[in-house]
């Protein structure tokens, strides 16, 4: 079974920062890229950053560029997201999730609640 | 601000078929780039329910159907039942943006 757990969540002051990880279990997580994707409360959802298997790329939100930075470390099957000078309106619940190459998640966490409030 | 339009809400009552759109444009949608479908149910994590344009992961029923024309796609919902009530997204490829964008999501109501 496929498992996806976020975690790291939690409060920040604006200009704060906070890493989230997400640990990955039941498939070879070393041959798949991953996405982070963003739920703010009551709104859609926002693809945040994406790796690519080996990290050669790594892509961004235009709103989250230059702040986030998105990594991997196979060997531990996991995924994170440093995430500084927070904003508000970077309060939301994070997801990870699998990327298929062609382009969809077929496989997501059940997310961690990131809130930036003074 | 999304680049996929969808309506807020659709509703129907059970048994009936219901379709929801996902208007976008010729970079996206109309570019070529695959439409996929997600479910969100209350207080969960987005469920893939179609990709590539029409196709299910095994388990989703095949009263989701997902189709694609010009610059916009649907998904249809038949046989409507009280768990299918949601909100759905679409999600496509924007080559202006260069990045995957989702669509403003519709909720599903059943009567």
């Known amino acids: 079974e496929v498992q996806m757990v976020e975690s790291g969540g939690g409060l920040a002051k604006p200009g704060g920062s906070l890493r989230l990880s997400c640990t990955v279990s039941?498939?070879?997580?070393?041959?798949?890229?991953m996405n982070w994707v963003r739920q703010a409360p009551g709104k859609g959802l926002e693809w945040v950053s994406s790796i690519s298997s080996k990290s050669s790329y790594r892509f961004y939100a235009d709103s989250v560029k230059g702040r986030f930075t998105i990594s991997r470390d196979n060997f531990k099957s996991s995924l994170s997201l440093q995430m500084n000078s927070l904003r508000v309106e970077d309060t939301a619940v994070y997801y990870c999730?699998?990327?298929?190459?062609?382009?969809?998640?077929?496989?997501w966490g059940h997310g961690t609640l990131v809130t930036v409030s003074s | 601000q999304s680049v996929l339009t969808q309506p807020p809400s659709v509703s129907g009552a059970p048994g009936q078929r219901v379709t929801i759109s996902c208007a976008g444009s010729r970079s996206n949608i109309g570019a070529g780039y695959d439409v996929h479908w997600y479910q969100q149910l209350v207080g969960t994590a987005p469920k893939l329910l179609v990709y590539g344009d029409t196709n299910r992961p095994s388990g989703v029923p095949d009263r989701f159907f997902g189709s694609k024309s010009g610059t916009s796609a649907s998904l249809a919902i038949s046989g409507l039942q009280a768990e299918d009530e949601a909100d759905y997204y679409c999600?496509?490829?924007?080559?202006?943006?260069?990045?995957?964008?989702f669509g403003t999501g519709t909720k599903v109501t059943v009567l």
């Open positions: 999600q496509s490829y924007d080559s202006s943006l260069s990045v995957y964008v």
């Open positions: 999730a699998r990327a298929h190459r062609d382009g969809y998640s077929d496989y």
């Open positions: 039941g498939l070879t997580f070393s041959t798949y890229s």
